[in-house]
């Protein structure tokens, strides 16, 4: 069974920095997929960052192209989404996701996922 959990998530203020971290549980991590997605109330939720099942492209969000960096860690099976220059329309819940068999061309389709996290709550806020 594969499960993921979200950690690293809190108040900022505006221009401040966060780490999250996503752990993975259970027998896949090498060859899938995974990524970041946020959701705000009453939106839906959005693509923020991603690797694709070989690892060999990674994705951004415009919004969050040059403060936020993605990475991963095989051996410890955690992906890391480094948030800098953060600003209060960053505010959202931050869900990791992962898939086994999702093309490169769908990576930013959150319905194309079949594994979540239960999401962290990232505030930025004076």
């Known amino acids: 069974q594969v499960k993921l959990v979200e950690s690293g998530g809190g108040l900022v203020q505006p221009g401040g920095s966060l780490t999250l971290s996503c752990a993975v549980s259970?027998?896949?991590?090498?060859?899938?997929?995974m990524g970041w997605f946020r959701q705000s109330p009453g939106k839906e939720r959005e693509y923020v960052a991603g690797?694709?099942?070989?690892?060999?492209?990674?994705g951004y969000a415009d919004s969050v192209k040059g403060r936020f960096t993605i990475s991963r860690d095989i051996a410890k099976k955690v992906m890391t989404l480094q948030m800098n220059g953060l600003k209060s329309e960053d505010t959202a819940v931050y869900y990791c996701?992962?898939?086994?068999?999702?093309?490169?061309?769908?990576?930013?389709?959150?319905?194309?996922?079949?594994?979540w996290g239960p999401g962290t709550q990232v505030t930025v806020s004076s």
């Open positions: 259970g027998p896949i991590f090498r060859t899938a997929a």
């Open positions: 690797f694709s099942r070989t690892g060999g492209y990674t």
């Open positions: 996701a992962l898939d086994e068999r999702i093309i490169t061309s769908s990576l930013r389709r959150a319905i194309e996922y079949d594994y």
